[in-house]
T-cell receptor
Framework: DVKVTQSSRYLVKRTGEKVFLECVQD?????MFWYRQDPGLGLRLIYF???????EKGDIPEGYSVSREKKERFSLILESASTNQTSMYLC?????????????FGDGTRLSIL | GQQLNQSPQSMFIQEGEDVSMNCTSS?????WLWYKQDPGEGPVLLIA?????ELTSNGRLTAQFGITRKDSFLNISASIPSDVGIYFC????????????FGTGTSLTVIP
């Protein structure tokens, strides 16, 4: 069974902290994505990666960075967390052959910034 | 960024009823996806549509890629309690660097 695993279901951090959200997939997928989900706004793409060490900005990259050192792992970094980054964060992956279509999602990390 | 308009925002229906929801935009899309999200979980891909006019089924679910390429529709027949969840559409906009844009979701409640 395919699996996208996000390291934390719930996370509480303070304003100004550096925050790391980790995502691992076991399907040998080339593409990996980070989205944030907010009520009334749907899912918005923050960054995606189509290969190790490759990254592309999505719709809302400001305040975030990413790291993809290994194929199976894609990390989202909040350099200096702010309260407006309180949200649900979802990681996804897919094979290169389906284009940038997010196929398999993790269960999300609900992040609260105090 | 682009936003897809999904309607209705929420639905409360009796078990056994059919359900229809849609996704519209002022822009032209060349791929449509439909997802379902259960409470506390990530979205699950239900159906993918790649051609204008295409009609695709997945069990009791049927989705259509609108002829104008600006909309898509999802129908659920004979609803059951496990259909409860939030349904999202997502579209691939031409000439946007291959990024999918998501709708705002339709929350479905099925009353047994």
């Amino acid at each position: 069974d395919v699996k996208v695993t996000q390291s934390s279901r719930y996370l509480v951090k303070r304003t100004g902290e550096k925050v790391f959200l980790e995502c691992v997939q076991d399907m040998d997928h080339e593409n990996m994505f980070w989205y944030r989900q907010d009520p009334g706004l749907g899912l918005r793409l923050i960054y995606f990666s189509y290969d190790v060490k490759m990254k592309e900005k999505g719709d809302i990259p400001e305040g975030y960075s990413v790291s993809r050192e290994k194929k199976e792992r894609f990390s989202l970094i909040l350099e200096s967390a702010s309260t407006n980054q309180t949200s649900m964060y979802l990681c996804a992956s897919s094979f290169l052959g389906v284009g940038n279509q997010p196929q398999h999602f993790g269960d999300g990390t609900r992040l609260s910034i105090l | 960024g682009q936003q897809l308009n999904q309607s209705p925002q929420s639905m409360f229906i009796q078990e056994g009823e059919d359900v229809s929801m849609n996704c519209t935009s002022s822009s032209i899309f060349n791929t449509w996806l439909w997802y379902k999200q259960d409470p506390g979980e990530g979205p699950v891909l239900l159906i993918a549509l790649y051609k204008a006019g295409e009609l695709t089924s997945n069990g009791r679910l049927t989705a259509q890629f609108g002829i104008t390429r600006k909309d898509s529709f999802l129908n659920i027949s004979a609803s059951i309690p496990s259909d409860v969840g939030i349904y999202f559409c997502a579209g691939l906009l031409l000439n946007t660097g291959n990024q999918f844009y998501f709708g705002t979701g339709t929350s479905l409640t099925v009353i047994p």
